[in-house]
């Protein structure tokens, strides 16, 4: 063997030993998550941590990193592995089907999505869910006894199931008071009418005082002599770590306050990323196997099946206080009161 070919093998081998085997990965492989409808901070800020650890390994061994697309027309999103669905978000032209898995971020009740053919799971706390721990902790923690509701059928519903005793009930469907009808109100209102906004200025107007309750007090303030009460699938101001690590990140990330939607999207994207680690990244084995997936402790609490398509029932019902802060009263997971 002469010299030039002993080098020829020499460089050879020296390349051999730096060069990767044929069968390994080099790079994550993309997986796309979608988000129907307008913007999605709290999905963005999930895929954006979920990256940086270099991605995760999926059921079959490959590393997967996640992508995120944000779109209104639901023909972008069929590739994704997963889509987590704005509420109120509707669709009118062809119907579209979907395999992947579905999350609404919706309280409302219902888990349909127009001209949509997917299987849907909720991805916040029901609306009934939500209003039986309001009414439970307007009952027996503020010792409501008298109440009027205005505009809700479904609240009725709540307060009957209260435990020892419901309280006494009036209700009115019409959403503007006379000056006579709040002299005849007790000191007690759950409001879901249309602009609550308009509602604390009748208030104002009324000089009513005592405790209104409502489904959204966002961005409002009580007037003077009022409590006002609300509650969430989850809060910001909400003092447990994971709560904690979220909402700073989230500050820094967008210079914002983050909503209970953003922590919902946040916490759903991370369930997708554990689901392919444990199922891998085939849609109609994502969907079949999440009603019977093992209980996820996120953000918000224990995401798990309930029913199968129901996958979360956090609670936290909250006063807001007349600087604008606000009084975590009570904090439930499926019922049960959290520490």
């Given amino acids: 063997m002469t010299r030039a070919t002993l080098r020829g093998w020499a460089i050879l081998l020296f390349l051999m030993g730096f060069m990767p085997p044929a069968h390994a990965q080099t790079d994550p492989i993309p997986l796309l998550i979608g988000f129907y409808g307008d913007s999605s ?15 995760f390994k999926g059921a079959d061994g490959k590393t997967y990193r996640f992508e995120g697309r944000v779109s209104k027309n639901p023909a972008e999103l069929v590739d994704a592995v997963a889509v ?3 509420p109120d978000i509707d669709y009118s032209g062809e119907p579209v089907a979907w395999q992947m898995p579905v999350f609404l971020l919706s ?12 299987t849907v799971f ?78 604390l200025d009748q208030i104002k107007a009324a000089d009513w005082r005592g405790i209104l309750a409502l489904k959204h007090a966002e961005n409002l303030t009580p007037p003077e002599g009022v409590r006002l009460i609300s509650c969430a699938s989850w809060l910001p101001a909400l ?74 029932r956090t609670v936290t019902v909250y006063e807001v206080l007349p600087d604008g802060d606000f009084q975590v009263l009570s904090r439930r997971d499926n019922g049960i009161l959290q520490k």
Avoid: C
């Fill in 107 to 118: 309280p409302e009740a219902g888990l349909g999505l127009h001209n949509i053919q997917a």
């Fill in 239 to 312: 003092d447990d770590a994971l709560s904690r690590k979220f909402t700073i990140a989230y500050r820094v990330a967008y210079d914002e306050e983050p909503t209970a939607l953003d922590v919902a999207a946040y916490d759903l994207t991370w369930a997708v990323r554990l689901l392919v680690t444990r199922t891998g990244i085939d849609v109609r084995r994502l969907v079949a196997a999440l009603p019977q997936t093992a209980v996820m402790l996120t953000t918000q609490g224990q995401i798990q099946p309930y029913g199968g398509r129901e996958l979360i």
């Fill in 84 to 86: 987590l669905a704005q």
């Fill in 122 to 199: 909720r991805g916040m706390t029901d609306q009934m869910i939500q209003n039986d721990a309001l009414a439970d902790v307007l009952v027996n923690s503020l010792d409501v006894t008298q109440i009027t509701v205005i505009g809700s059928d479904t609240f009725l519903d709540s307060l009957a199931r209260v435990v020892p005793a419901p309280p006494t009930i009036q209700h009115f469907r019409k959403e503007t008071l006379t000056q006579e009808q709040f002299n005849q109100v007790p000191l007690a209102i759950f409001y879901d009418g249309m602009d609550a906004a308009a509602f």
């Fill in 41 to 55: 901070h709290g999905m963005e800020l999930a895929i954006a941590e979920i990256n940086k650890e270099g991605g």
